[in-house]
């Protein structure tokens, strides 16, 4: 085993590498490859409410996503975590007088309601239909792929990407849409929404181009 008797100063790299059990590390393959590895190699699955191991380890990788904006990922692991200021949250720490949707629905907003089972959702993910059947046909588009970017049947990893980034926009301008109606009193028509949701998906584009256009520099 390695001597990792540091000098005082570096008593935090001595506390990490006690944390994470490399003092059998020798410094020949002291590297951020493979100590990445290592650490990787201990890490576990937080479980998803109530879905097995496996599911739960994909819906990670979908809200960690590298095709995702930073934005988005946040917005995606709020959503599975259940920390999104929706009322049904805001109430129940008693942030906020009101449980019920903000847009008169007989309904608590919960984070269920506001991304599936409101009508306005519905509505604006029907105006979308085409472009996420451009990737998985609709009737495959539940509340899980919505959450978690699952989808039932097999579809290629190119497919589940685009649906889900569509997905993401579509989370994002509904928890806009909501906020100015919450915060301001102002209605965001779903056309407005659609046409936002066009905008993120077009920003979308114009990373992978430029991205792509680098990767052919190289
Ligand atoms: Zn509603």
């Known amino acids: 085993m390695f001597n990792w008797?540091?000098?005082?100063?570096?008593?935090?790299?001595?506390?990490?590498?006690?944390?994470?059990?490399?003092?059998?590390?020798?410094?020949?393959?002291?590297?951020?490859?493979?100590?990445?590895?290592?650490?990787?190699?201990?890490?576990?699955?937080?479980?998803?409410?109530?879905?097995?191991p496996a599911p739960a380890t994909r819906v990670w990788e979908n809200v960690s996503s590298p095709s995702l904006t930073d934005r988005h990922k946040d917005i995606a692991w709020m959503a599975v975590k259940g920390g999104l200021?929706?009322?049904?949250?805001?109430?129940?720490?008693?942030?906020?007088p009101h449980r019920e949707c903000p847009r008169g629905c007989p309904a608590e907003e919960t984070i269920y309601h506001l991304f599936w089972a409101c009508l306005f959702a519905q509505r604006l993910r029907g105006a979308l239909k085409q472009e996420m059947e451009a990737h998985i046909p609709y009737p495959n588009i539940t509340y899980q792929s919505v959450l978690y970017g699952l989808?039932?049947?097999?579809h290629s990893v190119e497919a589940i990407q685009g649906c889900w980034r569509i997905l993401c926009c579509v989370k994002d301008i509904l928890l806009y849409a909501r906020t100015r109606l919450v915060t301001n009193g102002k209605v965001v028509s779903r056309?407005?929404?659609r046409r936002m949701v066009h905008n993120l998906l077009?920003?979308?584009?114009?990373k992978d181009n430029k991205e792509r256009e680098k990767e052919e520099e190289l």
């Open 85 to 96: 200021p929706v009322r049904s949250f805001m109430h129940s720490r008693g942030l906020c």
């Open 151 to 154: 989808f039932p049947k097999t």
């Open 5 to 52: 008797d540091l000098p005082w100063y570096y008593k935090e790299i001595e506390k990490f590498v006690v944390e994470f059990g490399l003092n059998c590390v020798t410094p020949s393959v002291w590297k951020p490859r493979t100590i990445h590895r290592l650490i990787r190699s201990r890490d576990t699955t937080e479980p998803v409410s109530d879905l097995p």
């Open 202 to 206: 077009r920003d979308y584009t114009d």
């Open 191 to 193: 056309e407005a929404c």
